[in-house]
């Protein structure tokens, strides 16, 4: 089974920056999976999508963090990587490295996510 484990979370004074990475333990593409990004659970509020890639370089943002946000892929490293620019304070949390797999379609459909253990953002005000 695919392991993924995040990187680069601390804490930063508002409007400062942080790179998070994440890198699963085997090839994203042997293992099917057709996407890789960011969620994150913030105080308060349900668990949200942050950034998702898919494989072929299509990428969807939430809503709170365009235009602050950047997501890229390293496939060769299998890695994923956030750039968060201008942190706010609403933007402390934990934040979750996320990969969706499917196999088969129709009859033979199976998906399987996959998830970090997360790693914590704390932006003060």
């Known amino acids: 089974q695919v392991q993924l484990m995040e990187s680069g979370g601390g804490s930063v004074q508002t409007g400062g920056s942080l790179t998070l990475s994440c890198t699963a333990s085997?090839?994203?593409?042997?293992?099917?999976?057709?996407?890789m990004g960011w969620y994150r659970q913030v105080p308060g509020k349900q668990r949200e999508m942050v950034a998702m890639v898919t494989n072929d370089g299509v990428i969807n943002y939430g809503d709170d963090v365009k235009g602050r946000f950047t997501i890229s892929r390293d496939n060769a490293k299998n890695t994923v990587y956030l750039q968060m620019n201008n942190l706010k304070a609403e933007d402390t949390g934990v934040y979750y490295c996320n990969a969706p797999a499917s196999t088969g379609s129709g009859r033979t459909f199976v998906q399987n996510i996959y998830w970090g253990p997360g790693t914590q953002v704390t932006v003060s005000s």
């Open positions: 085997e090839s994203i593409f042997a293992r099917s999976i057709k996407a």
